[in-house]
């Protein structure tokens, strides 16, 4: 009686384990061979304790033997399998082929200045806290979750759901938390608290705040996914604004190790309905699946391993720079952005990575440049005297040159000014009090360096010849820009500085000018070069040749 109650407060133990930390049960996986240890030495220990006659003493010889070979299983199994000193081909292989980029705006194509991203995820947070502040009964009984960027039917939002705030909170709400928080990622005065959607209450009853059954792993390991491993569990919405958990489910590519994802599932956060998804099929509106930690991983494993293991002189090996940022390229696809340096360089890049977060395409586009940390400290020390503290960049396509975009904030967190800064080149920088000052700084900036960056190899160039109706001149930040209304077309108005030429500090109403301009739906269009037909200048020899070498 004594053997079975000890055996079944043994299984129960084991049982207690699952429940609280859901291994996955199966192999290639830790929780497992734990598990199965843990039942082992419990019986082990219940055999010890219980030596009353020959037959338990002839159990407990084999018992030990099973304890100690799980034990030699978990320390030597995993080393043998999945250790990179044997296996580093492998690791370099999970992300798969990495391919050669050549045309940028074929990734991300050029994007106007009301859809560059601003707010980052600090932001989010500050002014999502306000809005909970406005209700107090929702402050006291709710804290926000994770802030994660994602589209929502064309615009950029940052969404955070109400969770639980504590034990008690829940135990009192157990219909689940009311509702998320949607904040603009282009406009931080643009928050939401929404709590009905189609005439319906927003509940999140299933979340990692809350207890028991209602905790979302243990409701996804309970529901038939007791062998299958999942991670990020992410919260997004869909078009029509409903809560749900993407959840990325992965396998084990090298023995225990090479975390690779293969598919999603999708729970309804009030509900707790699961739908499983495989990569291929899962619904347009799922912004990532996969996880922002297994891409750095394999990036670094690609660039650490290739030329094997042994490469301790460091040949050719590549890894991350610091930080990786969600972008939004053509057709609405999101990809993970992150520079690629040398290992043991710290300022500049030998290119930057673009990787499609849904079905892990990689691109490598090999460029040198700066890292985003360089980048931030350029911006921040166009500004010095000011002390703000840059945002971590988000890379655009500004007339196709990848541009780092960040936020420069004071001390309060506020956004101030907006920085440009060239991936290329981080001494070109441009700033202003909002996007179209600091767009028009920066390409300034960009002519100042005599087209070095060639702002024009990716996008379409127009021209035109017409005469000046008007003309008036603004300082900005220190700049003097001049705007011009042609009489053809007579829709625009075309702005420029002296950087451009110098002719435009002095041509005058009547004039007759040859424009050009990159392609901008805007009404305000920015020169990239100026010629006033009225005035001829002697050009010096080094101008000519620098002309040439632009046409070039």
């Known amino acids: 009686m004594r053997y079975f109650i000890y055996t079944i407060l043994s299984i129960a133990f084991a049982w207690l384990f699952v429940y609280l930390f859901q291994p996955v049960l199966n192999f290639g996986y830790a929780g497992l061979p734990v598990l199965v240890l843990m039942i082992l030495a419990g019986l082990t220990g219940i055999e010890y304790s219980l030596k009353t006659s020959n037959k338990i003493n002839k159990a407990s010889k084999l018992l030990p033997a099973l304890t100690a070979l799980a034990v030699i299983f978990l320390i030597f199994v995993p080393l043998i399998t999945s250790a990179p000193v044997f296996h580093a081909k492998q690791y370099r292989n999970i992300i798969g082929e990495v391919k050669l980029g050549k045309d940028f705006s074929n990734h991300v194509a050029p994007i106007s200045t009301e859809e560059i991203r601003i707010v980052d995820k600090s932001i989010a947070y500050r002014v999502g806290d306000k809005v909970l ?153 799922i912004d990532r699946i996969q996880p922002e930690n297994f891409i750095v991983e394999q990036l670094n494993d690609w660039g650490e391993y290739v030329k094997g293991f042994w490469n301790f002189s460091n040949e050719d090996k590549l890894t991350t720079t610091k930080g990786i940022s969600l972008v939004y390229g053509v057709n609405n696809r ?107 700084a920066y390409k300034n900036a960009l002519h100042s360096k005599g087209n070095a960056v060639a702002p024009n190899r990716f996008s379409e160039s127009f021209s035109v010849k017409s005469v000046v109706m008007r003309l008036s001149k603004d300082i900005r930040n220190g700049n003097t820009f001049y705007y011009i209304m042609l009489q053809n077309p007579e829709n625009k108005i075309f702005v420029g500085s002296s950087l451009i030429s110098n002719e435009i500090t002095i041509t005058q109403v009547g004039d007759s000018v040859e424009i050009t301009y990159d392609e901008d739906e805007n009404e305000l269009v920015d020169i990239s070069r100026f010629d006033n037909l009225n005035i001829k200048l002697q050009k010096t020899k080094a101008q000519k040749k620098k002309e040439e070498e632009f046409v070039q």
């Open 133 to 285: 502040g406005t209700k107090p009964s929702l402050g006291s009984q709710t804290t926000l979750g994770t802030f994660n960027i994602q589209k929502v039917n064309g615009k950029l939002y940052w969404v955070a759901p109400l969770l639980h705030s504590g034990f008690f909170k829940w135990r009192k709400n157990r219909q689940g938390t009311p509702g998320y928080v949607m904040v603009s990622a282009t406009n931080e005065r643009d928050v939401r608290l929404v709590q009905e959607v189609n005439g319906k209450p927003v509940r999140i009853k299933y979340q990692k705040n809350a207890f028991f059954s209602d905790y979302l792993p243990r409701h996804i390991y309970f529901n038939g996914f007791m062998s299958k491993a999942f991670t990020d569990y992410t919260f997004e919405i869909d078009d029509d604004g409903n809560p749900f958990w993407v959840v990325t489910k992965y396998v084990k590519k090298v023995g225990f190790g090479g975390n690779d994802a293969v598919g999603v599932i999708v729970v309804d956060a009030g509900t707790g309905d699961i739908k499983e998804y495989s990569i291929e099929d899962a619904p347009e509106w």
């Open 334 to 440: 999101a990809y993970w952005y992150t520079g690629l340096t040398s290992v043991g360089s710290d300022e500049g890049t030998v290119g930057f990575v673009l990787v499609d977060t849904r079905t892990k395409e990689t691109t490598w586009y090999k460029q040198i440049g700066a890292t985003e940390q360089a980048a931030r400290r350029s911006a921040e020390g166009k500004v010095q005297e000011k002390g703000y503290d840059a945002t971590f960049p988000i890379t655009y396509n500004i007339n196709g040159i990848p541009t780092y975009v960040m936020s420069l904030k004071d001390n309060a967190g506020l956004i101030k000014m907006i920085a440009m800064v060239s991936v290329e080149d981080y001494t070109i920088v441009g700033v202003g009090n909002n996007i179209k000052e600091a767009l028009r």
